[in-house]
């Protein structure tokens, strides 16, 4: 950290140096993510003081709530506390409007004078917002009574629609001031889908009102399992759901942000929770138990019975009535076939569907298929989209499903290949719950592997293999947060920053942008921002070639 401050600051006052103006009070639009274009102009700078006000379009009270953003941003930077208003604004004033004509929802342009002030003009609300943040970014971090903005014109607009975060409250449970804080560091940069994994073999955390005990039972585990051995246990028991009034609260704080939430309700595998719950769900009727350790679980749903189909469209009905989004996250991921190979009713529905193995997948590979595209119906039926992890291509595709890619990229590859959109989230580049250093001995323990923030960054969604009409299927990218050794959020704040940095440069700006070299250099601006807002970040990026504990 210091060492590139060091190696940044000189630099600032070289340029500012013969105008006299101290560096540390200067806005700098070099920001994470980097925009398409920045353009100094040669007008006059704009300064902001306490006389500054921040205006937006009267009667808008999306952009008055940006206004009102920015405002804190401002406060919390500087010092300053600026009056927010609706008007047309003056010189005087930084400006936010929604006029800009672009097909890029999510565009905006800045435009910095003297003469004119600051105006943020975004092609929608939202276009608006990532101005906002560019903004936010651009400024020092120390109280001062004044700031120089440069003359400048900024052109932006993100690279990829989707730019998600998934965190698992599953293998953990977080808050909701927790998932706040996370849909807060998402704002930060740039993102946009929040897909929250809410289902697992270690605990059911959202409320269905029709399966009480799906909270009751599955959302408790007796204890955990510690390290990696699977040998000791902590013998405390972990608990926690989301009420559905809860998630509603979180939806709003989302929305506010220009961030859709994407639920997960991962099936048929993953289920062990719910079969602990109703064991009915199960092809063996158990008795099972919520887990206690990590891996891929034998116990899945069973899809012979008609029973396990009633349930879920039941669970999704409930889900559907909370969540707006377009995409509904069924998982899919990691469902052995041991069970429904035993399973007389499983075999019985192979042998009525006519499921028997072929072009390289097994029966009950096409099983899974068939559950799938059974769930895809259901939601399709009522507006909505179906997204699942890459198993969901094993058996079959299911006609319209969305494939979320996380062995690497050869899912999304051949799902785009065959005219199915894409999400790229490869654990090769995307997946934080893999250690961001070699140097293990001195880190929390974590899942394994090595994804340190030059490999995050260096990632390049858009696949040689595809061609430039089968691009257009890679809707974007998303980073996982897998919590089985996140024990709690200021460890998922270690694990997530800086990489989230590097990410959201691979989401936004596009390639001939990037830099990896200059974008080490443009870090310490925003790490300043993580001091101010108290986030654990890694360090070890800036402690190279000397190596230094966790910060804090
Ligand atoms: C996954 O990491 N099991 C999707
Ligand atoms: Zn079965």
């Not at 070699?438 to 696949?463: C, I, M, Q, R």
């Not at 257009?472 to 947060?481: D, E, Y």
Request: charged share 25%.
């Amino acid at each position: 950290m210091n060492l590139l401050k060091r190696l940044v600051l000189p630099l600032f006052a070289v340029i500012l140096f013969s105008s006299g103006i101290s560096s540390r009070n200067v806005a700098y639009y070099q920001v994470i993510p980097l925009p398409q274009e920045i353009v100094q102009t040669e007008q006059t700078a704009f300064t902001l003081n306490k006389k500054t006000r921040i205006v937006y379009t009267p009667g808008n009270e999306m952009l008055k709530k940006n206004a009102e953003f920015l405002a804190e941003y401002i406060q919390s930077a500087v010092g300053l506390k600026l009056k927010v208003q609706a008007g047309n604004g003056n010189a005087h004033s930084i400006i936010l409007s929604t006029g800009l004509d672009k097909q890029n929802k999510e565009a905006y342009t800045i435009t910095v004078s003297k003469e004119e002030g600051v105006k943020i003009n975004g092609a929608s609300e939202a276009g608006t917002f990532y101005g906002v943040q560019t903004i936010r970014k651009s400024l020092p971090e120390h109280a001062c009574a004044s700031v120089l903005f440069p003359a400048v014109t900024i052109n932006d607009q993100p690279r990829f629609g989707y730019r998600g975060m998934m965190l698992d409250v599953c293998r953990h449970f977080m808050t909701v001031d927790e998932v706040k804080r996370f849909i807060d560091m998402m704002v930060l940069h740039n993102q946009n889908i929040f897909h929250w994994h809410l289902t697992e073999d270690q605990g059911w955390r959202i409320e269905i009102k029709k399966y009480p005990r799906l909270t009751e039972i599955g959302s408790m585990r007796k204890e955990t399992v510690v390290g990696h051995k699977n040998e000791s246990f902590d013998g405390i028991p972990h608990i926690g759901f989301y009420t559905q009034k809860q998630i509603l609260d979180v939806l709003d704080y989302a929305k506010q942000r220009y961030i859709t939430i994407i639920p997960e309700i991962d099936m048929p595998g993953h289920m062990v929770a719910a079969m602990t719950a109703y064991p009915y769900l199960g092809c063996t009727g158990g008795p099972y138990e919520v887990r206690t350790s990590w891996g891929v679980a034998k116990d899945v749903l069973c899809i012979g019975k008609e029973s396990t189909f009633e349930f879920i469209e039941d669970v999704l009905t409930e889900v559907l009535e909370l969540f707006p989004s377009q995409f509904i996250h069924i998982g899919g991921d990691e469902a052995p076939r041991d069970r429904w190979a035993a399973c007389p009713q499983c075999q019985a529905r192979i042998k009525a569907e006519g499921l028997e193995a072929k072009d390289g997948h097994s029966a009950e590979d096409r099983l899974q298929s068939y559950f799938t595209t059974r769930v895809e119906k259901f939601l399709n039926a009522h507006g909505r989209r179906l997204i699942g992890w890459g198993e969901i291509l094993e058996g079959g595709l299911a006609p319209d499903a969305t494939v979320m890619s996380w062995k690497g990229v050869t899912a999304g590859i051949k799902a785009a290949q065959q005219n199915h959109d894409v999400v790229m989230s490869p654990n090769s580049h995307a997946y934080f719950d893999r250690y961001q250093t070699k140097d293990t001995e001195n880190e929390p323990d974590a899942f394994g592997g090595f994804v340190p923030v030059d490999v995050v960054y260096s990632f390049e969604p858009l696949a040689k293999e595809l061609t430039a009409e089968q691009h257009k299927h890679i809707l974007g990218v998303q980073a996982n947060v897998w919590t089985e050794y996140i024990p709690n959020f200021k460890q998922v704040e270690y694990m997530s920053l800086p990489r989230m940095a590097a990410i959201s440069e691979v989401m936004w700006t596009n390639p001939e942008r990037k830099n990896y070299q200059k974008f080490l250099t443009r870090l310490p601006r925003l790490i300043d921002i993580y001091e101010a807002l108290d986030y654990k970040y890694a360090t070890h990026i800036f402690d190279v070639p000397t190596k230094a504990p966790a910060k804090k």
